[in-house]
């Protein structure tokens, strides 16, 4: 079964400071890599998602992830944050096996970024 | 783009009652979509896979007497949580594949209260 670990489960920062939130999963087979974010009630939005090719994946709101293969490891990334940026991130792996598919998520990281 | 809608987005009810939810994807056809509880300050939790045509699959823990699962057409899924109780209370959301694309794209999510 897989599984998927976020490091960081609440950061704070000031706004203009750089971002790394942490990312681990564990299976051996295909998987595709996504980040989430859920803004304050509003529900899950796509960041950014890693099918095949760069291992460097360019999202929206000038998000970005670095697949590395060999740390098993999904690493979000923004150079720099804005006050806008508070919310709550969730890392996803699916794991695809055949014609079956798996999501499952990471416990979530709250950004709190202070003006 | 894909947009998925839940009804209701939130309910209030008395424990012993049953609470139906229902999930639609609006602009796609699913054969498969996923519903997820969420409690505070927690990830979401995959409950089962709701398949068009044929019996749910329930993860393991999830009591499917408990939370029936119907996936009457191509474009709606219904959760209906019988006999809910107070421990019942959390987000319920589900999502939906988009064939071809392999993204999952989720609805607003629904608020249980059992009183």
């Known amino acids: 079964a897989q599984s998927v670990s976020q490091h960081n489960h609440h950061v704070i920062l000031s706004e203009a400071a750089s971002l790394e939130l942490g990312c681990n999963y564990s299976y051996g087979g295909t998987v595709n890599l996504f980040w989430y974010v859920q803004y304050p009630g509003q529900h899950l939005q796509l960041l950014l998602k890693?099918?095949?090719?760069?291992?460097l994946v360019k999202g929206i709101k000038g998000f970005e992830a670095e697949f590395i293969k060999s740390k098993f490891s999904f690493n979000l990334r923004k150079p720099s944050v804005q006050w806008s940026d508070t919310a709550e991130y969730f890392c996803a792996v699916n794991a695809r096996s055949g014609g079956y598919q798996k999501v499952t998520f990471g416990i979530g990281t709250k950004l709190q970024v202070i003006p | 783009g894909a947009v998925v809608s839940q009804h209701p987005s939130w309910v209030i009810c008395k424990s012993g009652t049953s609470v139906k939810i229902e999930c639609r994807s609006l602009?796609?056809?699913?054969?498969?979509m996923f519903w997820y509880r969420q409690f505070p300050k927690q990830s979401l939790m995959l409950m089962a896979t709701s398949n068009e045509g044929s019996k749910a699959t329930y993860e393991q823990g999830v009591e499917k007497d408990k939370f029936l699962i119907n996936h009457a057409s191509l474009t709606l899924s219904t959760l209906t949580v019988t006999s809910a109780h107070p421990e019942d209370s959390s987000f319920y959301i589900c999502s939906a594949p988009l064939l071809g694309v392999d993204e999952q794209f989720f609805g607003p999510g629904t608020r249980l209260t059992v009183l």
């Open positions: 890693y099918f095949s090719g760069d291992p």
């Open positions: 602009d796609f056809q699913a054969t498969t």
